[in-house]
């Protein structure tokens, strides 16, 4: 079945500092990404999204490029801050059908000043 | 505040017991959908619905049962709840079109002791 499989935590990085997060996923077919991120106590935002190969989804200084070579989808982020630290969740969504959330593990990133 | 609201936010209840989860959303969503987040697990499809009076079973819907009468609410009732319910849950919304990606609510944390 469809999957997606996302790099192990904590990933913890200093202030300004370079974000890679790595996502590489399985489907039959062409799905759209996503990445979630969850702040402590609350629930999941959609932070960035592309639907089709070559696509970049950028939002608040966050990027990704949907890559169908390589079947990825890694976040990356030029400079973060203390308050990026967060639960991000890369994820899959067929086109077709009910369209369900295939998620990620989940990788926590923890930046300090 | 357009968005999805769930209730409670954290509950606590005895093996054998039953309890309903609220879920409601303002933004005339088709889609609505259940999600468990358990630790290493990412988030797990419970059940889902596609329109009011429409539901269907996700990855993990033993011990759950859903209903959608409107198109506003959705609950989730733990029929004799277990101690492998302990977990986070997630209501989430969205446009019949998934890859607007989905607005999910702030969760309710269960433990069955």
């Known amino acids: 079945g469809d999957s997606v499989t996302q790099m192990e935590g904590p990933v913890t990085l200093s202030e300004e500092a370079f974000l890679t997060i790595n996502c590489t996923y399985t489907?039959?077919?062409?799905?759209?990404l996503f990445w979630y991120v969850q702040y402590p106590g609350e629930g999941l935002q959609l932070l960035l999204k592309?639907?089709?190969?070559?696509d970049k989804g950028s939002n608040k200084g966050f990027e990704a490029t949907y890559r169908k070579e390589t079947t990825s989808f890694h976040l990356e982020k030029g400079s973060v801050q203390v308050s990026d630290s967060a639960v991000y969740f890369c994820?899959?969504?067929?086109?077709?059908?009910?369209?369900?959330?295939?998620f990620g593990t989940g990788t926590r990133l923890l930046v300090s000043p | 505040n357009a968005g999805v609201t769930q209730t409670p936010k954290f509950q606590v209840l005895k093996t054998g017991q039953s309890m309903t989860l609220q879920c409601a959303q303002d933004m005339n969503h088709e889609y609505m959908s259940w999600y468990r987040q358990d630790p290493g697990m990412g988030l797990r499809l419970i059940h889902y619905s596609v329109g009011a009076g429409i539901t269907d079973q996700g990855e993990v819907p033993n011990g759950y049962n859903v209903s959608r009468s409107t198109t506003e609410d959705f609950p989730l009732r733990l029929l004799s709840a277990a101690p492998s319910q302990t977990s986070v849950y997630f209501c989430?919304?969205?446009?019949?079109?998934?890859?607007?990606?989905?607005?999910f609510g702030s969760g309710t944390r269960l433990t069955v002791v």
């Open positions: 989430a919304s969205s446009l019949r079109q998934g890859i607007y990606g989905y607005t």
């Open positions: 994820a899959l969504s067929m086109n077709t059908g009910f369209q369900k959330l295939v």
């Open positions: 489907a039959t077919g062409y799905p759209s």
């Open positions: 592309a639907t089709k190969a070559d």
